[in-house]
């Protein structure tokens, strides 16, 4: 994992233990932060490389603008991986997950929690690879449980657990940020996430041949296989609306080899923390981007707010052409991400990454009776606090652009010569 040392803080202060690293890194919400001496282990432990869009768009080479359309070009153009390397970097052992800072984050957590771990599988009836993003909770010394949500890797698992056979799979920790952003796209069933973070890095990323997976380097590597008859109890966690999710049985992880470089960063992503919110929830903004630009061609961007969790609050902006393209935008806004909760769709003069301009649309260009969809009952984020045990929720498009009919009384005077 390549950090920038010129735009590090360093915590050199010896830290007892686990829980107290991560209260210290929760005080640098939006900083890189790298603690050194963390009692009882020799790895240092390494948060928020990927908390900031500015960070996430150097990490892609391009600006904070152009995020969506650079995911959306690797998406459609991924780049097939044509380059392997080997283990010789790494020290290669029986697993022993004591020997890794692994972090206890709030005192009601249920254990120590792998939360930057990126998981590799195979299919095991079509044998495509998929990376993604999973929570894994310590249990032992050699087993993790694992909470796998319905997507390819939930898939996977139904599979393995139809055949009888445990599911192969690896943890990569500590990756490049292009890596981790690409692991957590919504690409076709049939791609590899890999092919995409190749595009990121112009064709330049390398993998490891990992029993018959392939993983990218990073400064830790665990295999294992996630077992199809064993489950166990996981949580509590906190997640990404900083409130704790409920208690699930989920299936453990028996992991049986590490690898690990020997300069090796232990990557912490802190729960509820910026970095979780924009690895979760920016990659859903292409997704949204392309639904609405289905309705409203004149899109320009996408951005799921910070203050809205990077999940349940999107802003849309279009260059208006027609009285309606608001309101159309918000209904494709709203059925490509199911558990966006509120949209508000803004002009082109509204700078949709800065909450206060955003609000002074909505301040000066919404009459309610006119411009506030309501759509109740419909299904919405079992993130979300407020939405019913069945899952509905109430969801609400704010229609914040300039009438076509009166556009001299919404000329801003201050943008002028």
Partial sequence: MKIDENNIIEITDELSDEFEVAKVLRQYPKDTVIVRNVKGFDMPVVSGICNTREKIAKSINCEVSEITQKIIDAMEKPVKVDKFTDFSEYETSEVDLSKIPILTHYKRDGGAYITAGVVFARDPETGIQNASIHRMMVLDDKRLVIRIVPRNLYTYFQRAQNLGEDLEIAIAIGMDPAILLAS???IPIDYDEMDVANAFKDGDLELIECGNLNVPQA??????????????????????????????????????????????????????????KLLQGLPQEPRIYKSVKNAVPTVENVVLTEGGCCWLHAVVSIRKQTEGDGKNAIMAA????????????????????????????????????????????????????????????????????????????????????
């Fill in 184 to 186: 957590t796209t919504s």
């Fill in 219 to 276: 400064d830790i590597i665990l295999e294992g296989k996630i077992s199809v008859t064993e489950t166990v109890a996981e949580g509590p966690f906190v997640d990404l609306t900083d409130t704790y999710d409920i208690i699930r049985d989920q299936p453990i992880i028996n992991l049986k080899t590490m690898h690990i470089k020997k300069d090796a960063v232990y990557h912490a992503i802190i729960p509820a923390g910026f970095e979780h």
């Fill in 334 to 417: 709203l059925s490509a991400h199911p558990s966006l909760k509120h949209c508000v769709v803004v002009d082109t003069d509204v700078n949709v990454f800065d909450a206060e301009d955003v609000e002074y649309a909505i301040s000066t260009r919404v009459k309610g009776d006119r411009d506030i969809m309501i759509v109740p009952n419909v299904r919405g984020s079992s993130l979300d606090p407020v939405a019913e045990s069945d899952g509905t929720t109430t969801k609400i498009g704010v229609d914040a652009t300039k009438s076509l009919k009166t556009l001299e009384k919404f000329e801003r005077v201050s943008f002028g010569e």
